[in-house]
């Protein structure tokens, strides 16, 4: 059974910073492209960053250029979302993702995981 368990997130002041972790077992996990996404309330779920299966190449959204990092420990089945001077703007649930299609849009991946709520208090 595939499971994709978020962690890390909570509350943090704006220009805070908040890593969350996404742990994964039941695939192969260095054979699965990784996404997170976010959905604030009433809004889409939308691209935030991914990351190649093998780590070389990682895409963001333009709106968190220079603030998001994404890595992944293929050793650890983990990926990582590293979020520094956090935004009111920035408050969702983040969701991570495990897919091998084109990486900014959801239909791309085939699992998820539950979410992590990130606040950001202004």
């Known amino acids: 059974q595939v499971q994709l368990v978020e962690s890390g997130g909570g509350l943090v002041q704006a220009g805070g910073s908040l890593r969350v972790s996404c742990a994964t077992s039941?695939?192969?996990?260095?054979?699965?492209?990784m996404g997170w996404f976010r959905q604030a309330p009433g809004k889409e779920r939308d691209f935030v960053a991914a990351i190649s299966y093998s780590g070389g190449i990682t895409l963001r959204a333009d709106s968190e250029a220079g603030r998001f990092t994404i890595s992944r420990d293929n050793a650890k089945n983990t990926v990582y979302l590293q979020m520094n001077a956090l935004k009111p703007e920035d408050t969702a649930i983040y969701y991570c993702?495990?897919?091998?299609?084109?990486?900014?849009?959801?239909?791309?991946?085939?699992?998820w995981g539950q979410g992590t709520q990130v606040t950001v208090s202004s």
């Open positions: 039941g695939l192969t996990f260095r054979s699965y492209n």
């Open positions: 993702a495990a897919g091998r299609g084109y990486p900014r849009i959801r239909e791309s991946y085939d699992y």
